[in-house]
């Protein structure tokens, strides 16, 4: 079946260091990829997707590219801020299971000033 | 609201009590999911509904599990004679569309609902 793996947190940075947060899936076919982001007290929102290979997603200055030949859709940003501090969740839906999104455990961020 | 809504915020059950979750999605969404989330995991996909049919239930872990959309709005989640492993928050999303087998409409995620069963 489809699974999402991603790197394990809490990851703690100072406030203008880059960031990456891995995430490898397993699925047949060709998934759609997805970013999520959970603020604090908030519902999980949407951050980014790729539809195919070699997409690049991006937004706010987050961009995660759709990797096929390695499996992966690594989100990075180059300078992080106190306000991205949230839990990061990567998600795949399958091209032949419609209607269910399939989550990572998430990753929590902590920028510090 | 523009947003999607989830009542009751907070739940605590006793075990065996039957509990009834609700969920407003945004106005005019076609799609509207259920996933589960346990403390420190991502949410489990639980049932997908298009308009008022419910198109997919795969991931409901029993039959003490229920959900239901009669006019293709408003949807609710029962739980029937909880159990502690039931305790998880209980998450609402909407998307415009309708889903396929491509779909890559946005769906959008309430707060949740946080059900303790004591």
């Known amino acids: 079946g489809n699974s999402v793996t991603q790197m394990e947190g809490p990851v703690t940075l100072s406030e203008e260091a880059f960031l990456t947060i891995n995430c490898t899936y397993t699925?047949?076919?060709?998934?759609?990829l997805f970013w999520y982001v959970q603020y604090p007290g908030e519902g999980l929102q949407l951050l980014l997707k790729a539809t195919k290979a070699d997409d690049k997603g991006s937004n706010k200055g987050f961009e995660a590219t759709y990797r096929k030949e390695t499996t992966s859709f690594h989100l990075e940003k180059g300078s992080v801020q106190v306000s991205d501090s949230a839990v990061y969740f990567c998600?795949?839906?399958?091209?032949?299971?419609?209607?269910?999104?399939?989550f990572g455990k998430g990753t929590s961020l902590l920028v510090t000033p | 609201g523009a947003g999607v809504s989830q009542s009751p915020r907070y739940k605590v059950a006793k075990r065996g009590q039957d509990v009834a979750l609700r969920c407003d999605p945004i106005?005019?969404?076609?799609?509207l999911f259920w996933y589960q989330q346990a403390l420190g995991q991502g949410p489990e996909f639980l049932t997908y509904?298009?308009?008022?049919?419910?198109?997919?239930k795969s991931g409901l872990p029993s039959d003490r599990f229920f959900a239901e959309r009669p006019e293709g709005s408003v949807s609710t989640l029962k739980i029937q004679r909880t159990q502690q492993e039931d305790s998880a928050v209980y998450l609402c999303a909407s998307s415009l569309k309708g889903e396929t087998g491509r779909g890559t409409s946005e769906a959008f995620f309430g707060q949740g609902t946080r059900l303790t069963v004591v």
């Open positions: 509904f298009q308009n008022e049919a419910q198109l997919d």
């Open positions: 106005s005019g969404h076609v799609s």
């Open positions: 998600a795949l839906r399958g091209s032949n299971s419609g209607y269910a999104l399939n």
């Open positions: 699925a047949t076919g060709y998934p759609s």
